[in-house]
């Protein structure tokens, strides 16, 4: 009787705070880890600082993909300063304590910037198959007032849809664990140690992945099968190749973004014994993709590589 009433209020006690504790079982040497990261973080905030003063001061940029690119910048260091902060300040202060609010806070934030660069995506693979398969009609189609209201749609559509991920995770009640073994709070990670049931969290984590990224996916997808089949119709090898070498850096990206989306996906649907895997995957996943992104159109795309060059060569001249 006495250990029923000991259970029974030990099951009302709420947590007041989660213990982020990083990697699984390394958490002795886990701060080598924080050299990379900041230096990675880094060059992802000065990258795309970088692309967005080159678009900004250079009026030949000032065209609708090159829009999508500047936006998604903003996207990648929002959601990378997300969660970089905190991350380094656990590696190197052992801050580990975050607040609920803070974390659920944290959550929806996460959910919302990852759902803006998968937006982008498809905004920018819509660019793209309007200016190879309906050239003619792609000034009147892609207009700065399409790229407005495509951002708008995006931010209202991930800032509101996603507002359930938090108030569900905030309902469940948090009676004993309070250890995550990650460096951010994901839903799933944090649902995980509710003492009641957690299923509706799940079920709307699965839709609301599966109806705006699943989506998404399905739409790049088409835009480059309808952008091939065209590409594939012209008669000149070098109009194929100069077609296709406009999409190469939009598709590394977007390669990129969705595999290792698609990777964590299934390592938690799967549930492998390996959890530092998934949290390495999480981490690498918000700091990665907004280093790379610059990088890659920078090398693969010509125009913004010519003006890049310029601004280097006069800031060298100057020197």
Known sequence: MFQNLKASNISKIQVSEFILMGFPGIHSWQHWFSLPLSLV????????????????????????????????????MGFATTIMPKILANLWF????????????????????????????????IDRYVAICQPLRYPSIITESFVVKATVFMVLRNTICTIPVPILAAQRHYCSQNQIEHFLCSNLGVTSLSCDDRTINSIYQLIL???????????????????????????????????LSTCTSHLILILFFYTIVIVMSIAHSAAISVPIIQVLLNVLHSVIPPALNPMVYAIKNKELRQVLYKVLKVHIKNN
């Open 94 to 125: 052992n801050a580990k304590a975050i607040s609920l609010p803070e974390c659920f806070l944290q959550m929806y934030v996460i959910h919302c910037f990852v759902g803006m660069e998968s937006g982008i995506f498809l905004c920018m693979a």
């Open 209 to 243: 992945a599966w109806t705006f990224m699943g989506s998404d996916l399905g739409f790049i997808i088409l835009s480059y099968c309808l952008i091939l089949h065209s590409v594939l119709k012209l008669n000149s090898a070098e109009a194929v190749s100069k077609a």
């Open 41 to 76: 973080y880094l060059l992802a905030l000065s990258a795309n600082i970088l692309i967005l003063i080159i678009i900004y001061q250079e009026p030949t940029l000032h065209q609708p993909m090159f829009q999508f690119l500047g936006i998604l910048a903003v996207v990648d």
